[in-house]
């Protein structure tokens, strides 16, 4: 009996803390390690679920303590993946665990930013350890802190990678349109051009019901004169069915594997 009561207690621990299948993916807030309040992860779920409306990038926290993975970056990125996150079919999204795995206290913890998707044309190199140096300065004040710094700094760099590309959008098609009166008008006066110069050139041309007038008798000599009649042969040739069914229902078919890009960064602090 103790031998079962074991073994349903390692059955249990390795539900809720391996954590990587299995789950509502819609709520966005995972705190396995229990580090937050019930009102901290509504909170949070509220900012989360802004950022994913504002952007069309998923977002998801998470807290664990205990797993059976190599590294943390080897949990965020097989949470996120096995938990069918992310939006559109390159799964956009940004996902920050906060992990206690592999450390003896809580004086220490594990994070980790995964980006996938169009998420990693949005954060750079850069940006990723300016966000981790901003999360590591809030650890201080708790870890729900932590998180809000997270989302915050994780908004700051959408906002501008978004006005970015509406900014060049936007000089982008107001070229093409000038771009395109330009050649509109050039054309237009290009045209009346060669029109009139074609017009002043025929002026001298006058309308003659008598052919001879429009012939120069002078250009045409004609020094011999003969009819020779020409006999035509036809050759009929069969063409063979199949090859000609060979060569139309020829088809060619082939596909590519599409991977979905990842990427991130992560310290330990």
């Known amino acids: 009996m103790k031998k079962l009561g074991i073994l349903f207690a390692l059955i249990v621990v390795f539900i809720n803390t391996n954590n990587v299948y299995a789950l509502d993916n819609t709520l966005k807030v995972y705190d396995y390690a229990q580090i937050l309040t019930s009102s901290e992860e509504e909170d949070l779920k509220e900012d989360v679920y802004k950022y994913i409306q504002n952007y069309n990038m998923d977002m998801v926290l998470v807290t664990v303590r205990h797993h059976f993975k190599n590294t943390t970056k080897d949990y965020a990125l097989e949470f996120y993946d096995y938990n069918d996150f992310g939006i559109g079919n390159s799964k956009d999204g940004i996902l920050f665990v906060i992990d206690f795995n592999f450390t003896n206290d809580d004086n220490y913890v594990d994070t980790y930013i995964s980006l996938t998707g169009n ?33 915050k700094t ?41 029109t009139f110069i074609l017009i002043s050139k025929n002026k001298t041309i006058k309308a003659s019901a008598n052919a001879n007038y ?21 050759t009929s040739v069969r063409i063979n069915d199949n090859q000609s069914n060979n060569h139309s229902n020829r088809s060619h078919s082939g596909g590519s594997n599409s991977s979905i890009r990842h990427s991130g960064g992560g310290r330990r602090i």
Request: hydrophobic share 40%.
């Open 214 to 234: 429009y012939i120069n008798e002078k250009s045409i000599q004609i020094t011999k004169r003969s009819n020779r009649y020409i006999t035509t042969h036809t």
């Open 154 to 194: 994780s908004n700051n760099y959408a906002s501008i990678d978004y006005i970015s590309n509406n900014y060049e959008s936007n000089i982008i098609n107001r070229t093409k349109n000038v771009s395109f009166m330009f050649n509109f008008i050039l054309s237009i006066i290009v045209a009346f051009i060669v």
């Open 119 to 151: 998420a990693t044309m949005v954060y750079n190199n850069y940006e990723i350890e300016k966000m981790l140096d901003d999360i590591a300065l809030k650890k201080d004040k708790g870890y729900y802190e932590m998180f809000k710094e997270f989302i």
